[in-house]
């Protein structure tokens, strides 16, 4: 059997169905076309009988993508599945995906039918299908709360009608890699020509076990797997790509499996995903989460230093993230310290150094985590300049339902006042122009991102935005109870941090973050 696993990516269909993950047209299809890049084998683009826009997203994305098969979702009846042969039939190479529940819970509460009537709906739908493509996956909804009696029957009948896909899907994320691997094992045995198929399996992550689950059938012999990029998914999640094409890699001595994914790409998808989607990748997040490469204990530090490997079990590099990214904090040492500076391009002699150090600490004490900002402001304050070239002094917007978007400010520029309006396409947008126009530059807008500093209706909005112009990049934060405020805070601490790297090209780097 050979060792390659198909990776089907479902960002675009179950993905999007997570609560807050809406995408639009255009949006879908930026996504399409970096799951290709990545090289993931199938796109699921969507379930086009779900809506009109559904549907043509899934058609633009099958007439734009080469090198993936796209998909498109329909339950089990003729109607779902000719608007889904509608859609992906240009593709290069198109798929059917048709389900239906096997639970007894579902065929009882749900579909309100028999186990024969579930068979004969099976047989009649992926004939039908099998009638457009050959390329035909059929799910057994809920299989792992299915009885394996029926959900044999149920395969059996699907393949007889022509699937060349079986997907068991641990629709409620219920099972564990011990019993997932026993039922994949049963499925194997009982039924007739399941080697001439590709077995999938598609795991959501109610219990944290998806990854698990998943790598444990592919043990078994799935040779697909389906899965999101950061884990999006219904609920808690679908299992995460990016989880799982790593756990092939790294540990492939014990997982002998291989992808054709480009793990490098893994980064700038999940960041894709995460803006079109804006959900924030949480923190913690394996692979793709801010601190998945962070070494915050200065005892890890050190050994990263020494020796990459002492505490990274991957390189960043592997994932796409563009450096070792060392958070720092109090608990950082000398070493690490001055290992950023000298990243910076920061040459300090010993005194200074020494200066730098106990400023570094005396804000640790005050930060949990120190950015790359903090310590260039740091330095900036110590050795380079005292204060900003910009600040905010007055700041008023209007929007509604009733009112166009403008916003009115005063901010000193160099020193000087300057007193500017501007509209745009919300209060922020305009709040932003206002802020360009005012100061003379145009940068682009690379990320804008807020978060709630704290629960409660009187939580202060942290905004936090990263731009970027020709040479240099650069972050800004800024917070306030009102999000407005917080955004042009957080956009004119970019803006600064922007004119000193322009300024001080020796000594700032120009990726900045
Ligand atoms: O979770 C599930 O069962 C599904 C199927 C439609 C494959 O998403
Ligand atoms: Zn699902």
Known sequence: ????????????????????????????????????????????????????GDFNSVKMIANQIKDCEVAGLSRANIKDIDRAWDAVKNAKNPRIHTFIATSDIHLKYKLKKTQDEVLDIIQKSVAHAAKYTSNVEFSCEDATRSSVDFLCKSISTAIKAGATTINIPDTVGYTVPSEFSRMIREIKNGVDNIEKTTISVHCHNDLGLAVANSLAAIHEGARQVECTINGLGERAGNASLEEIVMALKVRNDLNPFVTKVDSRQIYTSSKLVSSVTGVNVQPNKAIVGANAFAHEAGIHQDGVLKQRDTYEIMEASEVGIPSNYIVLGKHSGRHAFKDRLTEFGYKLDDEKFEIAFIKFKELCDKKKYVFDEDIEALINEEFVRSGDYYKLVSLSCSSGTEDDPSAELTLLADEESITISESGDGPIDSVFRAICKAVGVDPKLDSYNVASVTGGMDAQAEVSVIIKDADFTARGKGASTDVIVASAKAFINALNNLRWRKLHPKIASPKGI
Do not use: Y
């Open 1 to 52: 059997m050979s060792n390659f696993v198909k990776i089907f990516d479902t960002t675009l269909r179950d993905g999007e169905q997570a609560p807050g993950c809406s995408m639009n047209e255009e949006e879908k299809i930026k996504v399409a076309l970096q799951l290709e890049k990545l090289g993931v084998n199938i796109i699921e683009a969507g379930f086009p009988i779900a809506s009109e």
